[in-house]
Structures are given as C-alpha cells and as structure tokens.
C-alpha cells in the first residue's frame, strides 16, 4: 500500500473565517464534500514549503502565521480523475496559518469555495475527517 504525507491548512482571513472548498465530484478521497485545502509533501520538501505551495497551487493564496495544530493518519480511498481508485495509507499534518488577502482562485480540483464563521462550519457537508477535525479542535456544532 502506498504511503503519504500530506499538510493540510486551517486557513483563515482577516475577518477569523475558515476557507472551505467543496472537492470536485469526480476526485479525490471525498469527492463532492467540502473540506480543508491541502496535499501530499514531495520529495526534497519541507513541510511549511508543502503547505505555501498547496495552498497557491489549489485555491490561489498566500499564507503566513503557519504554527502547527495536530497530526492524524489513517488509510482511504482515494478517486483520480480517471476514474481510477487506490487505497492510500496518508499521514495529516495540519496547521493553523493566515491568508494574505482572501480573493480565491481555485484549480480543477475543487468546484466551490466559502469563507466561513465558526458557528456556521457544521452547515456544510463536511467529509468525516474535516468534521472530526473540527471537533477535535473545540469547534463543535452549536445550537441556537
């Protein structure tokens, strides 16, 4: 099986709102859900490089504030856009950073994007490990 490490940025703007994107329905591990950016560290990489050039290449933005949040791992499936799918073992790294303005463009992976207030988080259609994400970091379903 193989094996991944990848970073993923808890992104906020000035305004203290996490940036969600909605994954393409015809690709990656939770297609059509919505979830946090990021992806695998290349080889030669570090990780707060990983983190700067995911974030640019997926939705078009700079970040800086970058302090670690926690680490998981766990195996999925993963979607290609060919249709194909491989069971991958993938380690999370995940980090709290700022973005350097807020004006989003996204690549082919994603289909939609929404900067959004803590209390609005659980409206989404979060994939399980950005709910347990979310969860683990305090940031739980509020009720009115």
Same mark, same amino acid.
């Given at each position: ?48 490089? %990983? ?17 670690? %949040? ?75």
């Amino acid at each position: 099986m193989q094996s991944r490490v990848i970073v993923v940025g808890l992104v906020r703007n000035d305004r203290d709102e996490l940036l969600l994107t909605r994954m393409s329905d015809d690709r990656g591990v939770f297609p059509g859900q919505w979830g946090l950016t990021g992806g695998g560290i290349e080889p030669g990489e570090r990780m707060e490089d %990983a983190l700067r050039r995911e974030i640019r290449e997926e939705v078009g933005l700079e970040i800086d504030s970058i302090r670690p %949040a926690f680490f998981k791992d766990g195996e999925y499936e993963k979607t290609f856009p060919d249709g194909s799918k491989e069971s991958i073992y993938m380690i999370f790294l995940l980090f709290h950073c700022r973005a350097v303005g807020q004006e989003v463009t996204l690549n082919a992976e994603f289909s939609e994007h929404a900067w959004v207030s803590d209390d609005r988080l659980f409206d989404y259609a979060l994939n399980p490990e950005t709910r347990r994400t979310f969860e683990q970091l305090g940031l739980e379903r509020r009720t009115p």
